[in-house]
């Protein structure tokens, strides 16, 4: 892939990450419609949804912790992006971001006891990497 375009790594992560976002959310999708959730998913919804196992729920909740942090990383790169604060600090927060939330999904999923927190602490620290290179004090 060239991302000669992008005009920093920051933004190449973020784009990454929201290809990341998408494969996440079309695997459990995939995955919750063989497992027969797909009555559920396209009804009204009006209860909580059926459990289909072990994988199916650690894909789904990786899905969502993702979704909870990408706002904060994707808002940090944008401003170094506005403001023009580049480092190697962002460069290797944005990365670091990046890897640790592909490195969370194996790892949630196959439940290693004490990894996936890590894995968590450093995708948390990426974007306070970036954040700080940005910090306006």
Do not use: C
């Not at 998913?41 to 990408?70: C, H, Q, W």
């Amino acid at each position: 892939m060239n991302f000669g375009n992008f005009g920093s790594v920051e933004l190449q992560m973020l784009w990454l990450s929201i290809a990341l976002g998408l494969v996440q959310i079309l695997v459990v999708t995939l995955i919750g419609g063989m497992a027969g959730r797909t009555p559920w998913a396209i009804g009204a919804r009006d209860v909580p949804p059926p459990s289909y196992g072990k994988l199916f729920g650690r894909l789904d909740r990786a899905f969502m912790n993702f979704v909870e942090t990408f706002a904060f990383f994707a808002s940090a790169v944008l401003l170094a992006q506005v403001l023009g604060k580049h480092s190697m600090l962002s460069v290797r927060g944005a990365e670091l971001y990046f890897w640790a939330r592909v490195a969370y999904i194996p790892a949630y999923a196959l439940g290693i006891p004490g990894l996936r927190t890590i894995i968590w602490i450093a995708s948390f620290t990426g974007i306070a990497m970036v954040m700080w290179t940005i910090y306006p004090g």
